[in-house]
């Protein structure tokens, strides 16, 4: 069966750096879309960065330029390293997988499969 293991999530200072890592297995991973949303208490779930399976990237406005979604496909390994981060990023970040080979926006109607999550603290 899939499984989708996020890790690298923590608390992190306003300004500061950190690399999200997403473990994929049970999954024909370079064929596929893969993205990270997040969700912040008493809000939507949001797409922040999908990677499609040319490493073609989309980010949401607000992380253009201090977010970067890559791939690994050799090591099944999906990453965000998000720099200058400020409170209005802390949120649980999500890795996905999508049996599209690649999906139009943001939307996480076009993902399959899901993390558990790993939580992201701003101060």
């Known amino acids: 069966h899939v499984q989708l293991v996020e890790s690298g999530g923590g608390s992190v200072q306003a300004g500061g750096p950190l690399r999200l890592s997403c473990v994929a297995s049970g999954y024909t991973y370079r064929r596929h879309c893969m993205g990270w949303f997040r969700q912040a208490p008493g809000k939507e779930r949001e797409g922040v960065a999908v990677?499609?399976?040319?490493?073609?990237?989309t980010y949401v406005d607000s992380v253009r330029g201090r977010f970067t979604i890559s791939r690994d496909n050799a090591e099944n390994v999906l990453l965000l390293q998000m720099n200058q981060l400020n409170p209005a990023d802390a949120a649980t970040y999500y890795c996905a997988a999508s049996t599209r080979a690649a999906v139009w926006g943001l939307s996480s109607t076009d993902f399959d499969y899901w993390g558990q999550g790993t939580q992201v603290t701003v101060s």
């Open positions: 990677i499609d399976r040319t490493s073609t990237a």
